[in-house]
């Protein structure tokens, strides 16, 4: 009877320590995603951050071709001879005036 107490005792204490195996890589696989997760939120910072610079670049961008368009325009009109004088209203749209030019 002692060693069928015994047997039982060596298969639930092989028992728990498989379990403890299997929670300690549970634990460490854990670790590993949390890891994992700091590195990858840390990152996305540095992309969100990115994302940010190249709209404020492409905004800038666009407003630097829209006043060469706007040049482009004028230049063309001059050499036509029509002066025109670019207003803006306040929404920012271009609005063009003519502007009366000498007669000649």
Not at 24 to 37: G, I, N, T
Not at 67 to 79: C, P, T, Y
Request: charged share 35%; hydrophobic share 35%.
């Amino acid at each position: 009877v002692g060693d069928g107490a015994g047997a039982e005792g060596m298969v639930v204490e092989a028992q728990a320590h498989e379990m403890g195996a299997l929670l300690e890589d549970v634990f460490k696989r854990m670790r590993a995603l949390e890891a994992e997760q700091l590195g990858q939120k840390a990152e996305n910072e540095e992309l969100q951050e990115r994302v940010k610079d190249l709209s404020e670049e492409l905004r800038s961008s666009h407003k630097t071709v829209r006043k060469l368009k706007s040049l482009a325009r004028a230049v063309g009109r001059i050499r036509s001879g029509f002066v025109v004088e670019e207003h803006y209203s306040s929404s920012g749209e271009e609005e063009e005036v003519p502007s009366p030019t000498p007669d000649k």
